[in-house]
């Protein structure tokens, strides 16, 4: 357990050093442009996406070094984080306690800033991979999929179109599927090319990314109305500080818990029966799921 | 000469219907983003860089169909129009006679489908090619590496940081030739890795690129200006419609003209210097120089 802390904590600090160096200097022209990419990627953050990423990556032999595919797919991250901030989509001053892309630049700057580094996702890839263009075409492949606008940007469009309604199942599910679980797959899928999976263990990872997706949403809005109802004293129910309707409004927080409970549940058997040295992996999963709640 | 005026009509229908078959369909959920995204790759346009890429591919015995890699870029050259014409960005209510896509649609709408076509972009390419992977990942870094924080969208960023200045010959260059010329060049760099284009080809692209790009934009201030001159009696300087330091206000009309001629003389030397099946690409490197001015 302390071995696989141990591993997640070095693996993060050479994820974090590869963020930087994989952006052009604060001081490269223009200026403002770079000091914004730095500013949003250095913010912090878990960095969930690229830990699967290596994980994945290290279940079976690697047959390139993994740490651009995992810069990458952060910088695509990073990007869908600052251009959802943006004062026309959700308009956010703050993530996690720091002035957002636009507060601390402006508009214009943050709406440059995540193009460049969605650019950037790919140059990286089709660069650094260039020894390997199979890999690199695949893993292209993986991350533009999973980016698109029938998945990520669909399910980002639709929770905006969504707001203040009540939704059935069906569309809530439509939201976190593509603008929560695409990315997650994508990191596993994407861990994956750097070995020769199945046919099997293809589908495995997406049953894995979908199954930690939404064991990840649920989690996250059970921890949000648990904080709403404490400071506010709000029952479970329309989200009124986000105006968003969420799994603890559809279920309640008791069902809410179990269903989590069971999709992280899938999401440990879909990890072990794809194999490997997955000690690490399962580590993650099993992190994602037990965030306090 | 009529033949090649031929040639790029057919070739521009066969893009137009490219760019649609490579979106999904508007009724593709969600349908208001894929309106969206319709409504600004249907916008009409000269179609200019994905008609030079095709008269590139063809200059020598193309490997693959390069319409895909066309399609690629004039998605990646929608993006950046849907995004510089955002209330935050330049503000433009208008492109080409009709609605920009935040006024047809909204500002989180229009920041969506702007990302969904850059990520299309990509995805298009990684996808189309995936057989003939060293192809697909030297499409993709030429594509990444022109559209990046250094280049094209350095480029803009630096125009809007210079909005409403006097600038310096070195400054307007920069802008220029990263904000168009960049990925012009890619437009004929593309092309010709359709090909297996020599060290030297490779540097007259990048050649004919830059002095494509020049005498485009040159020309482009002109027509401008001269328009100001007729409506509003404006003298050269600073274009106070768009608060803009332009080529003429640099140089004034005479020698803004005298330059622009340079430039077109350059790049058709480039472009004969390439060799190959050029016909097509010369009649092209002429529209572009002489539009009415």
Redesign the interface.
Known sequence: MSLQTDKLDSDKTRIDQALLAGL?DCD???Q???RA?HHSVCAGGKRIRPLLLLACSELYTAIANPLHAAVAIEYLHT?TLI?DD?P??DNSDLRRGRATCHMAF????A??????L???A??I???E??GQ??L???L??DL??A????RL??G???D??SEGQILAAETLN?IHRNKTAALLTASITMGLEFWQPSRQQRKLAQELGQEIGMAFQIIDDILDSTADTQQMGKPAGLDSSANKFTYVSLYGVDEARKRADAHSQNALEAAHAIGGSNELLLEIVKKISKRSY
């Open positions: 052009p490269a022209r223009p403002r442009l770079h990419m990007y251009h943006l026309a989509v402006d508009e214009a700057t709406i440059l800033a995540g193009d460049a969605l650019t950037q790919f140059k890839l089709s660069h991979y260039s263009p199979e690199a075409c695949a292209i492949r533009a999929t980016g698109d606008s029938m940007i669909g980002q469009m639709t905006i179109e439509f």
